[in-house]
């Protein structure tokens, strides 16, 4: 006999009455659990956040495994450890990885070695970040002149090859006692205010007023950069600091475009212009609205310039103008083991490996987050 009840036929999905109801576990996952969900899928991502994990430990402990090995500090000079011929001596029971041609132990040079990469490089990469987002928000936000403006010198800045201006600044501070902030500032602001003019003259040509406004601002930054420098000094010492302000100073352009270009998509989005119809102001918007949405981007693109400023700063160190003598430095050891590669083949292979295997493990946890944190993923 119907009791008069219609029955709800649900659709044919496999499941049957003994399978684990999986979308209570899901509603029931914070956004943590729900990425760590996904993260752990990639296999090659998380090897690379154990690597990571691992050199970070090693770098910090430096000093306390090279004395539970027996290694000698990374900077003293034992002309014993060489041969007859004065040829740095391989692999050994008392040189894992061998000494280089002033007879300093390989290992403990790159063990330090990687405490300056990654100091370097986390400090710049935190400094480009945060000046980059602060623009970014404020040129994609305000629009307008103000976004014209910072993106002129954003352009102007990144006419420049990046290795060419980084390698120019930091040779230039890393001579003799150092050199001061002003100069780099004083000499930024004078190419701003001339890139500035330039763009004026050729938006007045044209006729495009606009962009005469936008040309001003940027002479206006430059002018800002001039007095900057002339009226403050700040001295810095060649070696970590130097290649720090100069990796700064050449990668936060690219922070800032990925930024704007994302406010300027989420400032046009209904949530936004319902707070503002609320009457809610430009303060609360961006940093209640905006900045939350674009913790994501920031988090990704961050982790992939941070290997981009490791293989800088070995660069810089390669060339001559980065970390400083005696200091241990990837870039400076592969640069000394270029003139005994034939017959110190280790001493090039060891920082080598070091820093191919960090920027690799850097890039796969890149990805990976950028996976493991897109909403759209499937999975």
Avoid at 223 to 250: N, Q
Avoid at 318 to 329: D, I, K, M, R, T
Avoid at 349 to 354: C, I, K, Q, R, Y
Wanted: aromatic content about 8%; charged content about 15%.
């Amino acid at each position: 006999m119907s009791t008069g009840v219609p029955r709800l036929v649900e659709p044919s999905s496999g499941l049957t009455a003994a399978d684990p109801l999986e979308f209570g576990e899901i509603a029931g996952r914070t956004p943590w659990q729900l990425f760590w969900r996904n993260f752990k899928k990639d296999k090659l991502a998380l090897a690379g956040l154990v690597f990571i994990v691992l050199l970070v430990i090693a770098a910090i402990a430096a000093p306390l495994i090279t004395k539970l090995l027996g290694a000698p500090s990374p900077n003293l000079i034992n002309t014993d450890a060489l041969d007859s011929f004065g040829t740095p001596t391989g692999p050994s029971s008392e040189h894992l990885f061998g000494v280089d041609p002033l007879g300093r132990d390989v290992l403990s040079r790159t063990l330090y070695g990687a405490r300056v990469s990654l100091e370097v490089a986390l400090i710049s990469t935190a400094l480009a970040t945060f000046i980059g987002v602060v623009l970014g928000l404020v040129a994609g936000f305000f629009r307008g002149w103000v976004d014209s403006g910072i993106s002129r010198l954003m352009d102007v800045l990144l006419a420049f090859p990046a290795l060419l201006l980084a390698l120019g600044l930091a040779a230039a501070c890393s001579l003799g006692d150092g050199c001061a902030v002003s100069t780099p500032l004083q000499a930024a602001g004078l190419a701003t205010i001339v890139a500035g003019l330039i763009g004026s003259a050729l938006a007045l040509a044209r006729g495009r007023r606009e962009m005469v406004a936008a040309s001003l601002v940027v002479v206006g930054f430059g002018l800002f950069f001039t007095l900057l420098g002339t009226f403050f000094t700040i001295k810095i010492e060649p070696g970590a600091g130097v290649v720090i302000f100069v990796i700064t100073l050449v990668s936060w352009t690219y922070i800032a475009r990925i930024v704007r270009g994302q406010v300027l998509s989420l400032r046009e989005k209904e949530f936004v212009e319902a707070s503002r119809s609320l009457g809610a102001s430009d303060a609360r918007i961006v940093f209640k609205e905006i900045l939350p949405n674009l913790i994501v981007p920031i988090i990704v693109y961050a982790t992939l310039i941070l290997p981009t400023n490791i293989l800088l700063e070995a660069a810089l160190s390669f060339l001559g103008a980065g970390v400083q003598p005696p200091n241990a430095s990837w870039g400076a050891m592969i640069a000394e083991a270029t003139s005994v590669f034939d017959t110190a083949w280790w001493y090039m292979l060891v920082p080598g490996l070091a820093l191919l295997f960090t920027v690799l493990a850097f890039n796969v946890v890149g990805d990976g987050l950028s996976d493991a944190l897109n909403p759209r993923q499937e999975g």
